[in-house]
């Protein structure tokens, strides 16, 4: 039977204080020889737990868990990135309200008028 699930990633519940148990497996597994401690190969780990994650795609965990990750990467990379980023959702941000908006005055236009 196929397992879902994560591989060497803590799962969302790890995320608590004092639960890096899955971070000193991954060094032991995935990063052999590589110091824990180093910040260089924790950023590294980190990565590699971004990139195992598995989620449901058509789910809105899945859409908000993207999300998520769009935003955490917009500020781990900061400046004209964020700035971009941030102009980017106000864009959807203001069609979704121009769309309501519509909608709203289509409704009340059948409705009154």
């Known amino acids: 039977m196929v397992s879902t ?6 799962s969302e ?14 060094f032991h597994d995935d990063l ?11 950023a590294f780990a980190e990565h590699l737990d971004r990139v195992e994650k598995v989620r449901p795609g058509y789910t809105v965990e899945g859409y908000l868990g993207g999300v998520r990750d769009f ?3 917009a500020n781990r990379l900061g400046g ?13 941000l203001l069609g979704v309200v121009v ?11 059948v409705l009154f008028g």
């Open 5 to 10: 699930g994560t591989q060497g990633a803590s």
């Open 13 to 26: 519940d790890d995320r608590r204080p004092g639960a890096d148990t899955g971070r000193q497996d991954r």
């Open 32 to 42: 052999v020889g590589l110091d824990p401690a180093d910040p260089e190969a924790r």
């Open 71 to 73: 935003a955490e990467g």
């Open 80 to 92: 004209h990135h964020r700035l971009t980023a941030g102009i980017l959702v106000a864009l959807i």
């Open 99 to 109: 769309a309501a908006w519509d909608a709203l005055v289509f409704i009340l236009g």
